[in-house]
């Protein structure tokens, strides 16, 4: 629930709903039920197997993880002896504490890491498919359900109606459970009207979105994960059925959404006529990481400029903070330094590492769609900034973390009672 309240429920409440004098934005109580709930934890009387939480906090991943928390908050109080308030630091820098619910989801899974990362998934994708059945209202029938209103809004002309392009409606693990559903249709996993209808429904809001550099990733990582899986013979069929249902919706898009059909049309259009290098937004992108890269280094090229206020210092920025909302890379850099960008990479690199040997082990059937999604989020890094914040990726993260510990601490016991029977026989 917590992590749905980050994202204003999807868009469908603004920033200022429920506000506390335009300080606290509905997306903050997140956040303070997030520390009221580990401070609660604290005097929980929780019973873990200490074999087990040693193999956890013995992890790269879990201290990496732990330095990268200690490195924000110390950045914090940089930011307000810098700054010489709280005030901005707390603006520029409560999204990036959104992901402290590390903590509080590392408290949930680790009893039994699989079970309940599946309960809460099954919550996830249900709710993730209704926020696209609201998403494809907005965009085909009109319906005008977000408070933030258009992005941006593109002429078209003749009898198509002008588009609406709106971010902040889109589902926020749209990306996530089109691996999800994709990889159930390959392997004949659940309900296959549920996974054919939720893959359709998030596939075409990525398409109504009109965005054609995620668009290009989502599709290319699409068929990655279908040859990545290696489907069987027995598997070609579900295969066929998976192929015929991205036809359809490419199909129908003229037909239930002309207008967006024609802009993506227009859109790749630009291509061909500039090339990649020449296209609007590429120049803006790249004007923008120069930018940032000029004032980091004549600011602080180690640590950034925090969750400061950049032109308070004299600097120009495309953003309030240091960083930007068009990449990953270049907010990271901007805000955190290169020292920030070092450890995020390193906690994206220990995650890697502790995925490829949880799937080794051959004992689950998340793992391949975490790995899938790590590979999209650092190409996604180049279309936009959000995934740069944790809370859009530390349930699948915390998960592979647990069930690999979690796993490695089973195998461990099995060998010590394998190897005492052993040593009772020859006695």
């Known amino acids: 629930m917590i992590l749905i309240i980050y994202s204003n429920i999807n868009g469908l409440l603004g920033w200022e709903d429920f506000a506390m004098q335009g300080f606290i934005k509905f997306q903050d109580y997140g956040l303070l039920i997030t520390f009221a709930l580990l401070f609660l934890g604290l005097f929980a009387l929780n019973k873990t197997d200490e074999g087990y939480e040693s193999v956890v906090r013995k992890m790269p991943l879990y201290n990496m993880i732990n330095i990268y928390w200690a490195y924000y908050f110390a950045l914090f109080i940089f930011s307000i002896f810098a700054m010489g308030s709280v005030i901005w630091p707390v603006k520029m820098g409560r999204v990036f504490f959104y992901g402290i619910i590390f903590y509080l989801v590392y408290r949930e899974l680790r009893s039994d890491p699989i079970v309940r990362f599946e309960k809460i998934l099954n919550c996830l994708m249900y709710a993730t498919i209704l926020f696209g059945l609201c998403y494809i209202a907005y965009n085909t029938l009109g319906l005008d359900i977000y408070p933030k209103g258009a992005y941006e809004s593109l002429e078209i002309g003749g009898a198509a109606d002008d588009v609406k392009r709106n971010f902040s409606g889109f589902p926020m693990f749209a990306y996530y459970f089109i691996f999800v559903f994709t990889n159930r249709l390959i392997e004949g996993i659940g309900n296959k009207f549920i996974n054919a209808a939720g893959l359709a429904t998030l596939m075409l809001c990525v398409l109504l979105m009109l965005t054609r550099g995620t668009l290009i990733l989502t599709v290319l990582m699409v068929i990655f994960l279908v040859m990545y899986r290696r489907p069987t013979l027995k598997n070609i069929k579900r295969l066929g059925l998976l192929i015929v249902l991205l036809a359809i919706v490419i199909v129908l898009i003229p ?54 206020l950049a032109s308070a210092f004299g600097y120009t920025s495309f953003q309030y903070h240091g960083g930007s909302a068009d990449n990953g890379y270049s907010n990271l850099l901007g805000v955190t330094g290169f020292v920030g960008l070092g450890i995020f990479l390193m906690v994206i690199t220990t995650w890697f590492i502790v995925n490829i040997r949880l799937q080794a082990l051959k004992v689950e059937e998340f793992s391949k769609v975490n790995f899938v999604f790590i590979i999209f989020m650092l190409g996604a890094f180049m279309n936009g900034a959000s995934m740069s914040y944790m809370h859009t990726y530390v349930l699948f993260m915390t998960y592979d973390l647990l069930a690999y510990s979690f796993y490695m601490h089973k195998s461990k016991i099995n060998s010590t009672l394998s190897f005492n029977a052993n040593s009772s026989n020859f006695a």
């Open 255 to 308: 037909y239930v959404a002309e207008g967006h059909y024609l802009a993506m049309v227009r859109r790749f259009e630009e291509f061909s006529g500039t090339g990649l290098t020449g296209a609007r937004n590429f120049d803006v992108r790249t004007r923008e990481f120069s930018q940032i890269l000029k004032n980091v280094l004549d600011f602080d090229p180690l640590f950034g400029f925090g969750f400061t």
